[in-house]
């Protein structure tokens, strides 16, 4: 009896003995670390937010830096992620002057920006929804010469716009079927002629060029009668027009106003839209119709039949024309309602969701 409580009082004395001494050795490392991030001049609450938001395998990165205040406000920014505690060092002693938040920013941003200097600039670009990778270096270009910020930026470069219009030019992707790009820079050739162009008749068209594509045709005929059901009367002036036609009109008004004054509401022959069979020009194609109830009917309207408004007022620098109340495109109601909705043209769309190849 009396070995066994024996034995019990020398197995607790060893379990007590191994405890404390694997308690202490913790400790000692845990002190270690402090003692050492003490010596570099950092406080008993700032050591605490070292080694709570660094991983152990980290401290010796902290200790290379010394003394260092912006690695404080790295750790407390509300962005910080542990995981990525080496990245925003790097880029931190990389850009030594930049803003902390901004840096938080970039480096959390899924996008591989570390060659780029840190700025409030990018880092306002990489928060934006439509910010594409591959055109990181001419927003930042145009960025840096343009004070209009971030989303002004994305549109333009989205849409070419800042290479200046007519600038280059490219083959319209017929493939893209609804969502055919043409603008002054993608174009369509002299003999392309959409195969499946069918006429609107009686109330739906009250123009000489009354020919669209079968699917724009029908849900322009539905909207037609939607609008119809609030007492608002549409009708098509002109949609359909070949490349022959254009090339007369454009000439016709270049002999008018000249060259500059016709680019700016005259598309030249191949870049008019109008050449898709996949847009309409509505009631009264002039200023006058701007404000009608009509023409209010279908900014408010029309991409729920897959229409959108293709050149709208404010927008002019991003697809190079003046504001049309009457001109609507057809590009389904999938993509007319992201437009709609983010306010955005058919020339970012298509940048964005069509153009776009990686991140
Ligand atoms: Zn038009």
């Not at 697809?319 to 955005?344: N, S």
Request: glycine content about 6%; charged content about 30%.
């Amino acid at each position: 009896m009396r070995k066994k409580v024996l034995i019990i009082i020398v197995i607790l004395l060893l379990a007590t003995t191994l405890f404390s001494l694997f308690f202490f050795l913790n400790k000692e490392d845990d002190k270690s670390i402090s003692d050492l991030l003490m010596e570099e001049g950092y406080s008993d609450n700032e050591v605490s937010l070292i080694l709570d938001k660094v991983a152990e395998e980290d401290y010796e990165d902290v200790l290379n830096l010394g003394y260092d205040k912006s690695l404080l406000g790295i750790l407390s920014a509300s962005g910080y992620d542990e995981s990525k505690f080496n990245n925003y060092i790097e880029y931190y002693v990389k850009n030594k002057d930049a803003n902390i938040n901004d840096i938080i920013t970039i480096i959390n941003s899924r996008y591989d920006l570390d060659n780029y200097p840190a700025s409030a600039l990018l880092a306002d670009l990489v928060k934006e929804k439509y910010y594409i990778n591959d055109n990181v270096a001419r927003y930042l270009d145009y960025g840096n010469s343009h004070d209009i910020g971030a989303k002004k930026i994305i549109s333009l470069v989205n849409s070419k716009a800042d290479l200046g219009f007519y600038s280059e030019s490219y083959d319209s992707v017929l493939d893209d079927n609804n969502l055919i790009l043409v603008n002054k820079f993608y174009h369509l050739k002299e003999d392309y002629m959409p195969s499946d162009l069918v006429s609107l008749g009686g109330q739906y068209n009250r123009g000489a060029n009354s020919r669209m594509r079968k699917d724009a045709a029908e849900a322009f005929m539905k909207m037609v009668d939607a609008a119809k059901l609030d007492n608002i009367i549409l009708y098509n002036m002109s949609a359909f027009r070949s490349y022959d036609y254009q090339d007369n009109l454009y000439n016709r008004y270049i002999k008018r106003d000249g060259k500059e004054a016709a680019d700016k509401y005259s598309a030249r022959p191949g870049y008019s839209e109008h050449q898709t069979g996949l847009c309409s020009d509505l009631n009264v194609i002039d200023d006058s119709f701007d404000g009608t109830d009509e023409a209010n009917w279908l900014r408010d309207n029309a991409y729920k039949y897959g229409f959108i408004l293709r050149f709208p007022k404010g927008k002019e620098d991003i697809t190079g024309y003046k504001y049309e109340a009457w001109h609507y495109r057809y590009v389904g109601i999938e993509a007319a309602k992201i437009i709609y909705e983010d306010d955005i043209t058919l020339e970012e769309y298509y940048a964005y969701y069509i153009e776009k190849i990686s991140d």
